[in-house]
């Protein structure tokens, strides 16, 4: 049972520059979560999928933010105009519709906006 | 006031000892709890979960909810220094999916 995948694993990036992500859930999981955490923190929910469908966004996602979830299996995370302010790890869970609402998450991706 | 709150840290316990963890959260018709482990640079670790009043043990750990007192704790028995990480308390909210986390108190297992 693979776990959670996130690609890539470290990312810099210049002020005003577009980045994107990907997260290849479980195989058998239908329910897919973006969290960002920054140092000292605990994660903070941007958005989640069931399937292909984004059915809860944070107000912490701006219009600059962008997620998507083709074909409900892998999801890509986008952000326009990187601002440094947007330095953080983003993490990406997923859990099955089983009741439990366990979520696994990935090994993050660390943005750096210079 | 803070959805999810933990004890301050850093929580320091010498090997072998009980490591007490203590969490309290706001939604009071959240059903479902987490325990996650975070070690340093790396991303949470689910390490327990529950859903009902009363103690849940896996292992060494130890879970307790107490809904009416909104209020939820992990004790980690015979304290290993692998043990020190950051916990982190996550509280599913009423509705919806998404987790609410504490900001995570950070121990340290001294040998």
């Known amino acids: 049972d693979t776990g959670v995948s996130q690609d890539p694993r470290h990312k810099i990036t210049k002020r005003g520059q577009n980045v994107t992500f990907r997260c290849d859930p479980i195989?058998?999981?239908?329910?897919l979560y973006w969290y960002r955490q920054t140092l000292g923190q605990g994660p903070e929910f941007l958005t989640y999928?069931?399937?292909?469908?984004?059915?809860?966004k944070s107000r912490l996602l701006s219009d600059r933010f962008s997620a998507e979830r083709p074909k409900g299996s892998f999801s890509t995370l986008e952000i326009q105009r990187t601002e440094q302010g947007d330095s953080a790890m983003y993490l990406c869970?997923?859990?099955?519709?089983?009741?439990?609402?366990?979520?696994?998450f990935g090994p993050g991706t660390r943005l750096t906006v210079t | 006031q803070k959805e999810v709150e933990q004890n301050s840290g850093p929580l320091s316990v010498p090997e072998g000892a009980i490591a007490s963890l203590n969490c309290t959260y706001s939604?009071?018709?959240?059903?479902?709890f987490f325990w996650y482990r975070q070690y340093s640079g790396k991303s949470p670790e689910l390490i327990m979960s529950?859903?009902?009043?009363g103690d849940k043990e896996d292992g060494r750990f130890t879970a307790q909810l107490n809904k009416a007192s909104q209020y939820v704790s992990l004790l980690i028995r015979d304290s290993q220094p692998s043990d020190s990480a950051t916990y982190l308390c996550?509280?599913?909210?009423?509705?919806?999916?998404?987790?609410?986390f504490g900001e995570g108190t950070q121990l340290t297992v001294n040998p």
């Open positions: 869970a997923s859990s099955r519709r089983d009741g439990s609402y366990e979520q696994y």
């Open positions: 195989s058998e999981h239908n329910r």
């Open positions: 999928f069931q399937n292909e469908a984004q059915l809860e």
């Open positions: 939604d009071r018709g959240s059903q479902s």
């Open positions: 529950i859903y009902s009043n």
């Open positions: 996550a509280v599913k909210e009423t509705s919806g999916s998404r987790l609410t």
